[in-house]
DNA sequence: ATATTTGCAAACGTTTTGCATAGTG
DNA sequence: CACTATGCAAAACGTTTGCAAATAT
């Protein structure tokens, strides 16, 4: 497990390892897939934990400031999870369902051409793929 | 200008064409990027209509739902667009500034193969460049 | 011991809804 | 006239914040 990385990188910066900071990279590193504040909550639950959902934001901001982990706005709603392998998304425009695509890493060459005509820093980008899944259409 | 295209289209659906979803539909058009709630008020106001927000909110619903703008979501807000020349976006994750960008028809490969490797129907994709601008860097 | 993290309650901004009224075809 | 669109007020929803208490180092 590299959690351990994400621990030391925590604790270079003055962060403490709680149990509910803990469980959380644990939980977002094993999904390796777009979580929501509700779906954490609900794996927390299942461990007994039931931190406070005012303390799952605060953790999801911190780990999104320390670039651990990522965020995607999918309909209102935030999304996170841990960059491991560069992936992409499937979404089901009817019931919502996010499946995850790897479609290579076709963009690394775009991103250099943007940053260069725009004079940008680009630091990631996030392609999603919308339509309707195998039982909605 | 083919916004009679989409009068017609909205007419055929049993739809009215109204002085604000008139004026909505062509702000869309001759602005052709991304616009918020807000940003369509206040072009609204500048041109003495004082529609309430709900009515914007409906009428962006209307046409999401009759494939006559797309949504996208960026940072926990709906912005709008009328799907003209395809395109996609840079956004400064500090100043917000969404900037159009063009990369070309990249994608369509990706979509067919996706559409057959998972059984779906996909109907658009968006993809966001994040970055640091110019000014913000 | 001290700084970070947490729970709680309240605030915030965006979006949705119910219902009565106005406007379009 | 019949049906769609609108205004208004209130609610819903995800997210953020202030403060006091708990916890990690």
Redo the contacts with the bound molecule.
């Keep these: 497990m590299d959690t351990d990385i994400i621990y030391k990188n ?2 270079l910066r ?8 803990k469980k959380i990279i644990q939980i977002l590193s094993e999904m390796n897939c777009l979580l ?3 779906d954490i909550l609900k794996r927390l639950h299942k461990l007994k934990l ?6 799952i ?6 780990l999104t400031k320390n670039s651990i982990v990522m965020k995607s ?1 999918i309909s ?3 999304y996170f999870e841990i960059p491991q392998d560069h992936h992409h998304h499937l979404i089901c425009l009817k019931c919502h369902t996010i499946t995850t695509v790897d479609i290579g890493n076709h963009l690394q060459n775009q991103e250099k051409k943007l940053a260069k005509q725009f004079n940008y820093t680009i630091t990631n980008h996030s392609l999603e793929f919308y339509g309707y899944c195998h039982y909605c259409q």
């Design positions: 925590i604790r003055g962060g403490r390892i709680t149990k509910i900071r929501s504040h509700t039931y931190p406070n959902r005012s303390t934001f605060r953790e999801l901001l911190f706005t209102n709603t935030d």
